[in-house]
């Protein structure tokens, strides 16, 4: 996403809402697991991977320049154990002048992970924002396609290495006001941005189709690591709704108009969320989506998360922590899911700013409560337990029951917790699921739901968007 200078993005996180009361959540800290002391769930981790049977990466941002890089060091063994360089590859930073590579912060970013035992993550190769003075200019198409986009991405990827985990190849390429049933090109021009239309504000036509979107994954493809995954990265997406069909098609286009197979592609969930009704896709739209592209061999991966609080009230903490562990919960149970990443590490360096305590770890380095179910979550996964049920649904409809055990030092397993989902019936009720209703904060209607339409006596069923409605007293 952005630098913390770009506060004005604020407003296209994903559906922001008024503030208003949460509803009461079930955590898996509410059942043995800690939610006090020091966190180190490195070997948590690592077990995770091993249950995948796969590596799974779970980590966040840095840069070099951030204050309190002995805070960093920490983090970073104990907790988060992949990077992200939020600016330092990013190609204003790292070609400043044409056809001049400069990769000196990307690498330094790179080298502090490997340093600290932990893995890397290239974050952008393309965007149309934060580009050198020298971009966009008064290139033409061809030379954008042909010489300017392969050249850049080429020195980027081929200097970075083999090692970089994943790249976004693109990033936030698809507009906002998109609608079911359109092209990937049309996807893409609904953006209006450089290079489909020049920088001048006139809005006049540049390239015409997706040709530079090709030239940066084929240059991509040929450079980076036989396992590195070359995603296209995207806010606002994750449900049943038009943008998210539009990165789906695109994904699907790109594999079939360039040299890269379905299995080296990834689509990036950005997840800038906000803790409030209608501020967050569910994990049951979470599981349709990234279950839709694993079914076309494409990874799905969490590249961004935050969520924004209305407040720091003990309701609310609680409430960001139910999403969070929503959240992952939808990935690590995804076959395709390997690549977690929260943005920003702590509230005072949140690009959302630090009011919106947005982040696991508040603006004194101290893991929140959501820190804490992470880590739960985690290592109930890593235990083979079951799946929790959807805890940000609200204890209405989601009870998670039983002790936890363990620890989340480097020692833990834990022996996890069951969950039970409520449900009310009445013989008068209709819906997808027949003769059932509804509690209060549970979806009760939107674009494919099939679940019941119903709501509990002191509720109405009221849409919040055309793919969720709610039921709300």
């Known amino acids: 996403m952005t630098t913390k200078l770009a506060a004005s993005f604020v407003a296209l996180a994903m559906l922001a809402s008024v503030a208003r009361a949460q509803p009461a959540v079930s955590l898996l800290i509410d059942n043995g697991y800690p939610s006090t002391g020091s966190l ?111 050249q850049h991405v080429q020195a980027e990827v081929q200097g970075m290495g083999t090692s970089v985990t994943s790249w976004d190849v693109v990033n936030e390429v698809v507009g906002d006001g998109v609608s079911n049933g359109m092209t990937p090109l049309q996807c893409v021009q609904n953006k209006g941005d450089w290079p489909t239309v020049t920088a001048d504000g006139s809005g006049k036509p540049l390239i015409g189709d997706l040709s530079f979107i090709y ?50 592609l990834a689509v990036g969930f950005q997840s800038h969320l906000t803790a409030s009704t209608g501020g967050f896709y569910t994990k049951s739209a979470l599981a349709t989506t990234f279950s839709t592209l694993a079914a076309l061999g494409i990874e799905s991966m969490i590249t961004e998360l935050d969520v924004s609080l209305n407040s720091n009230s003990q309701a609310n903490l ?25 943005w920003d590490p702590r509230d005072d360096l949140s690009w959302r700013g630090a009011s919106a305590a947005a982040t696991l770890f508040d603006a004194s380095g101290n893991p929140k409560l959501a820190a804490y179910e992470v880590a ?15 805890t940000a649904s609200g204890t209405g409809v989601c009870t998670i029951t039983g002790t936890g055990g363990g620890t989340t030092s480097s020692s833990g397993t834990g022996s996890g917790s069951t969950t039970t989902v409520k449900s009310t019936t009445s013989s008068t009720a209709t819906g997808g699921s027949t003769g059932c209703v509804s509690a209060e904060w549970g979806q009760c209607g939107g674009m494919g739901w099939t679940g019941c339409t119903a709501c509990a006596s002191g509720t109405t069923c009221k849409v919040s968007n055309a793919y969720y409605s709610q039921c709300l007293p």
């Open 40 to 150: 180190n769930i490195a070997s948590v981790l690592s077990q995770v991977s091993t249950k995948k049977g796969q590596a799974f990466h779970f980590g966040s941002t840095y840069d070099t320049y951030d204050a309190n890089q002995s805070w960093f060091t920490s983090v970073f063994t104990t907790f988060y154990r992949h990077v992200v360089s939020e600016n330092g590859c990013k190609w204003d930073a790292t070609e400043p002048s044409q056809g001049v590579s400069d990769l000196t912060e990307c690498l330094a970013c790179q080298k502090f992970a490997t340093t600290n035992g932990a893995t890397f993550r290239g974050h952008n190769t393309f965007w149309h924002s934060q580009t050198p003075t020298w971009l966009p200019g008064s290139f033409t198409a061809a030379q954008i396609t042909g010489t300017i986009i392969p």
């Open 215 to 264: 030239a940066a994954f084929n240059t991509a493809f040929q450079y980076a690591g036989n396992s590195t995954r070359l995603a296209i990265n995207e806010y606002n997406t994750g449900g049943q709704d038009a943008k998210t069909a539009c990165i789906i098609s695109l994904v699907q286009n790109i594999q079939q108009n360039t040299n890269v197979p379905a299995n080296r």
């Open 318 to 342: 609680r409430y960001q922590a139910a999403i969070w562990g929503d959240y992952l919960d939808a990935c690590l149970y995804a076959s395709n899911c390997n690549e977690f990443i929260n």
């Open 376 to 390: 739960a979550r985690l290592q109930n996964y890593a235990a083979g337990n079951a799946e929790p049920c959807a």
